[in-house]
């Protein structure tokens, strides 16, 4: 069982200390709590548990049929080397009721969001991330730092999408020659820039530097995202 030792958190099993802090500062998200706890010495893995909290947070089942969520994950050091990303499994993390819980397949962190319609500040306690400390090379009595960073993302439905605002900033972007009509994207194929009815951007405002096209590619992962 995990020991506390020190007020600043410092933790202590089977000869690994692990100092926690957390991070994280978009529309006032806040990680608080953080702790390790379920250490299994044998297979190398420990849960990074921890609250969460964030305002105007919402999930609609109907149109737009999109969500926010938490962009989680966990920074480590050992002694006082330098910070690297933590191995987050993909599976047997523990969501808390009314919450969900994804990750991708590069075990470099992981969603939460809500897993019901609702809107408004979403708190959950007791987040656990399973940490396979093992595949990061770390042993049961190494002196380890933690850090847990979360910051909001966005959910859009995968589809047809506007570039710019339709607004009259000095570099927003926009569909050539009207300058309040925002370009329509509707399929991955290449973006031509800068030329009549086609993407287009003010290049005097050292916003960009006037070339293009925007090649398929980029827009085929874009919209397989979205």
């Not at 109907?62 to 330098?82: E, M």
């Not at 380890?144 to 910051?151: E, G, L």
Request: charged letters at 15%; aromatic letters at 12%.
């Amino acid at each position: 069982m995990f020991r506390t030792i020190q007020r600043n958190i410092m933790l202590l099993l089977a000869g690994l200390a692990i100092t926690l802090a957390s991070a994280g500062n978009a529309n006032n998200i806040s990680v608080t709590n953080v702790s390790l706890t379920g250490q299994n010495v044998a297979d190398n893995y420990t849960f990074v548990r921890f609250d969460i909290s964030w305002e105007n947070s919402w999930r609609t089942g109907s149109a737009p049929t999109n969500w926010d969520a938490a962009w989680i994950f966990v920074k480590y050091r050992v002694a006082s080397g330098n910070w690297s990303h933590a191995t987050l499994r993909a599976a047997d993390h523990l969501a808390p009721e009314g919450s969900t819980i994804s990750a991708p397949e590069d075990n470099s962190g992981v969603f939460l969001y809500r897993s019901a319609d609702g809107s408004g500040t979403f708190s959950k306690t007791g987040v656990k991330l399973r940490w396979d400390y093992g595949i990061d090379g770390v042993v049961n009595t190494d002196i380890v730092d933690v850090k847990v960073f979360a910051t909001e993302m966005v959910y859009v439905p995968q589809g047809s999408f506007f570039l710019g605002s339709g607004g009259t900033e000095t570099s927003h972007l926009y569909s050539y020659p009207t300058s309040s009509s925002s370009y329509l994207v509707n399929n991955e194929g290449e973006i031509t820039v800068l030329q009549q009815g086609n993407l287009y951007y003010n290049i005097s405002s050292n916003s960009g530097d006037g070339l293009g096209p925007v090649p398929a590619a980029f827009l085929r992962d874009i919209m397989r995202c979205m």
